[in-house]
């Protein structure tokens, strides 16, 4: 299963209004979990069984928590039980598709 989320405070005392550093405590969480994942610019995708991925958002959100007393999350779900490798296996039959490579 992937779980697409984005967690950011909602106050923040940086000057220019930046997000950055408790989005990086975030990050850090997410890539000890040792679960496969992935950051853009917007979300994190992580991949792993329901029991396993919401511990790691709850710390993740946690960790931004202690930036700002009121956190913001969005969060989707690619609920497909049994398909693992799926990361980079969706994006690579999309790029199959196109003809080109995905690197």
Do not use: Y
């Not at 984005?6 to 408790?22: I, K, L, M, N, R």
């Not at 956190?71 to 609920?79: G, I, P, T």
């Amino acid at each position: 299963m992937l779980f697409a989320f984005s967690v950011a405070p909602t106050v923040t005392d940086a000057a220019d209004g930046s997000v950055s550093e408790a989005v990086a405590a975030a990050i850090r969480v997410v890539r000890a979990s040792g679960l496969p994942n992935e950051t853009t610019s917007m979300f994190t995708t992580i991949e792993g069984e329901w029991d396993e991925v919401m511990p790691v958002i709850k710390a993740a959100c946690d960790a931004v928590a202690a930036f700002s007393p009121r956190v913001s999350l969005v969060l989707k779900a690619d609920l497909r039980p049994g398909h693992d490798g799926q990361l980079t296996a969706k994006v690579e039959r999309v790029e199959e598709r196109l003809g080109t490579d995905p690197a």
